[in-house]
């Protein structure tokens, strides 16, 4: 087992794998990562789905026996995707039980094309939350504005939920009072809320990709001091809001009654620029409690050569909003710059999405 990454865990740190397939399940990969590197769970989106479906040869006896019942486009995808979430909640179910549910963990996402669609993002959410049918399982939905009422509305039936898509402090701020308002909703009906898990997922290396862009083309030597570093105090100051919200009697009563924190989860972790650090969203992210999910090649970056020195976020808070202050004197605009990034999120996962389509397509029709 990788010192660095056991370090990760016993730092607070719960190591997620930011990638699945059907060959990554049935060739023991995903129990050697288990083994060898402390996963404990599983994320996916669509980009990682058609990814996996267009080296689509462990999928081929599936999509011929679909090809054959006259199976469309999208009721295969459900299919193919939910089967893969399924099979993975089941090699975690041991991690599940033993982390009392806060581990275990396999992610789902509702379609990208319902982001902005508050009653059909429900509608689809209880639907696979139904098919895939394990407690283990935690259902994406978007944090746009049309999203937010959805997680109310999802938690409150007793769904666990990972809210992705999440940039900024103010929209974050939001998906901790939707969660908390279906934490309520559902203790009115009775549901027992220690079945209720989430994590809300605030996105790192796009948000330097972006500052970083913005702050090349002001080309001051002020600007160019500042970059490479946003991304991280944004997620510090998250965690710092964490703190807060969940220390506030509303979080505290609902905990005493049941409940489980919601809680961070550090998404978007493999590096965008080469000449940064490799493991940079990693070890200056450590914190007692959050999620980091990895693709791969941050993850065997970490076991190999990751420097995990305890926790480096909630002693940053001041350099943080000190970084703010100077981004914003040399003319940045943070809220514009997290709505860019949240509009392009949504775009590329739909991209995604119809790449899936695309690739499923042409796999039924070959199969005909």
Not at 18 to 39: C, P
Not at 48 to 73: M, N, P, R
């Amino acid at each position: 087992m990788s010192s660095s990454t056991a370090a990760l865990s016993a730092a607070g740190v719960s190591i997620w794998l930011d990638d699945l397939s059907r060959a990554r399940i049935t060739s023991g990969s995903l129990t050697e990562l288990i083994d060898d590197s402390n996963v404990v769970g599983v994320t996916t989106n669509p980009t990682i789905f058609a990814g996996a479906l267009s080296h689509g040869e462990s999928y081929a006896d599936q999509v011929a026996e679909l090809a054959k019942a006259g199976t469309g486009v999208d009721d295969a995808i459900f299919t193919i995707t939910t089967d893969d979430v399924r099979s993975a909640d089941d090699i975690f179910k041991p991690i599940f039980e033993s982390s009392r549910g806060f581990d275990g963990r396999v992610s789902i996402e509702v379609s990208p094309e319902l982001a902005h669609d508050t009653a059909n993002t429900i509608a689809q959410a209880r639907q696979l939350w139904k098919t895939v049918d394990r407690p283990n399982t935690l259902i994406k939905v978007p944090a746009t504005k049309e999203g937010l009422p959805a997680i109310t509305e999802i938690i409150g039936s007793g769904i666990s939920v990972n809210v992705t898509l999440i940039f900024s402090l103010e929209r974050y701020d939001a998906v901790i009072d939707a969660y908390l308002a279906g934490l309520e909703k559902a203790k009115e009906a009775g549901i027992d809320l220690s079945t209720i898990h989430s994590v809300a997922s605030f996105f790192v290396s796009r948000v330097d990709t972006e500052v970083d862009k913005r702050l090349s083309a002001i080309g001051t030597d002020e600007a160019a001091a500042l970059k490479s570093k946003a991304g991280l105090a944004n997620a510090r100051l998250a965690y710092e809001l964490y703190e807060k919200r969940f220390a506030e009697d509303r979080a505290k009563d609902l905990v005493a009654a049941g409940a489980n924190v919601q809680r961070p989860l550090w998404a978007s972790t493999g590096v965008k620029d080469p000449a940064l650090p490799d493991t940079l969203y990693v070890a200056g992210l450590v914190a007692a409690g959050v999620v980091n999910t990895m693709p791969e090649k941050t993850l065997t970056a970490t076991a190999d050569h990751g420097e995990i020195t305890g926790d480096t976020v909630t002693g940053g808070y001041a350099e943080a909003h000190k970084f703010f202050d100077d981004l914003a004197g040399v003319g940045v605009d943070f809220a514009d710059v997290t709505q860019v990034l949240e509009d392009e999120g949504v775009e590329k996962f739909i991209v995604s999405w119809h790449e899936l389509q695309a690739t499923v397509k042409t796999a039924l029709d070959a199969a005909k």
